[in-house]
Antibody
Framework: QVQLQESGPGLVKPSETLSLTCTVS????????WNWIRQPPGKGLEWIGY???????KYNPSLKSRVTLSVDTSKNQFSLKLTSVTAADTAIYYC???????????WGQGTLVTVSS | DIQMTQSPSSLSASVGDRVTITCRAS??????LAWFQQRPGKAPKSLIY???SLQSGVPSKFSGSGSGTDFTLTISSLQPEDFATYYC?????????FGGGTKVEIK
């Protein structure tokens, strides 16, 4: 059974860059689409983007100017960078595995990132 | 973007009740609709994909139906572990979008 685990700083200062990594275990990172989704505390879910194992990406237009996704197949990891963060970026960030249809069946447990000085 | 509208936003029900949640898409999404369950403090868990296919390991008391713009999730007999928030999500087009959620509470 594939498992995903997010990691990274839980506190980021305004205007700085949020960086998170998702480590995939129990399966190869190859042949799947690797997604980031976030959820502000007490609110709904927002899809951030995906990176295919080959490196191709697709981003939510609402965040596209600030988001960069990358993948390291040798480590079975993929990463998220979100620049120029504000308090509105405070959220639980989830990584998820998607198939070619776009369905995300497997999710990590999530990590809370707070943007505050 | 495709807007997903869930109703109701919350409901109260008793153990053993049959519960139905509705999700409407702002444009046709074929059958590219998933349902997720989120318990407090936990990550969303996939229940249904392709509108009506049960994710492996999910009990058969959960069922989904619909196509095009209108979809439903039904829980046949509510149990204590089913009290949670449920989200629909379309994956017919990017960006992927979610409904606002339906919170199922104990009556």
């Amino acid at each position: 059974q594939v498992q995903l685990q997010e990691s990274g700083p839980g506190l980021v200062k305004p205007s700085e860059t949020l960086s998170l990594t998702c480590t995939v275990s129990g399966g190869s990172i190859s042949s799947y689409y690797w997604n980031w989704i976030r959820q502000p505390p007490g609110k709904g879910l927002e899809w951030i983007g995906y990176i295919y194992y080959s490196g191709s990406t697709k981003y939510n237009p609402s965040l596209k100017s600030r988001v960069t996704l990358s993948v390291d197949t040798s480590k079975n990891q993929f990463s998220l960078k979100l620049t120029s963060v504000t308090a509105a970026d405070t959220a639980i960030y989830y990584c998820a595995r998607g198939d070619s249809s776009g369905y995300n069946a497997y999710w990590g447990q999530g990590t809370l990132v707070t943007v505050s000085s | 973007d495709i807007q997903m509208t869930q109703s109701p936003s919350s409901l109260s029900a008793s153990v053993g009740d049959r519960v139905t949640i509705t999700c409407r898409a702002s444009q046709g999404i074929n059958h590219y609709l998933a349902w997720f369950q989120q318990r407090p403090g936990k990550a969303p868990k996939s229940l249904i994909y392709a509108a009506s296919s049960l994710q492996s390991g999910v009990p058969s008391k959960f069922s989904g139906s619909g196509s095009g713009t209108d979809f439903t999730l039904t829980i046949s007999s509510l149990q204590p572990e089913d009290f949670a928030t449920y989200y629909c999500q379309q994956y017919n087009a990017y960006p992927l979008t979610f409904g606002g959620g339906t919170k199922v509470e104990i009556k």
